[in-house]
């Protein structure tokens, strides 16, 4: 199993910025290509931002413009910047492999603890 550890959350002001890790005990993002995902109280892990295999990237519309993902070169770490967050964006941010492999029964990465992200006046 590859751990996965996220870090970089706190307590922001809205229209601030914030910048994730997320470091995996094997470099496996450019094998299954890496994603970020976030879970909001009372509601499902929803996926927030994706790099695929060959580095094309994707966002959910409400992140479009504010967030980037990013990984190293080689391979074992991606990152997230998020700027002018909003209130909305609070939640849990949790790292893995894209979502067509951590949806997957043999997803090789285990969820890890998350990074909480909050955003309040």
């Known amino acids: 199993q590859v751990q996965l550890v996220e870090s970089g959350g706190g307590l922001v002001h809205p229209g601030g910025s914030l910048r994730l890790s997320c470091a995996a005990s094997?470099?496996?993002?450019?094998?299954?290509?890496g994603g970020w995902y976030r879970q909001a109280p009372g509601k499902q892990r929803e996926v927030v931002a994706q790099?695929?295999?060959?580095?094309?990237?994707t966002y959910v519309d409400s992140v479009k413009g504010r967030f980037t993902i990013s990984r190293d070169n080689a391979g074992g770490t991606i990152y997230l910047q998020m700027n002018s967050l909003k209130p909305e964006d609070t939640a849990v941010y949790y790292c893995?492999?894209?979502?067509?492999?951590?949806?997957?029964?043999?997803?090789?990465?285990?969820w890890g603890q998350g990074t909480q992200v909050t955003v309040s006046s």
């Open positions: 893995n492999v894209a979502e067509e492999r951590s949806s997957s029964w043999w997803n090789p990465a285990v």
């Open positions: 790099i695929s295999r060959t580095g094309t990237t």
């Open positions: 094997r470099s496996i993002f450019f094998i299954y290509g």
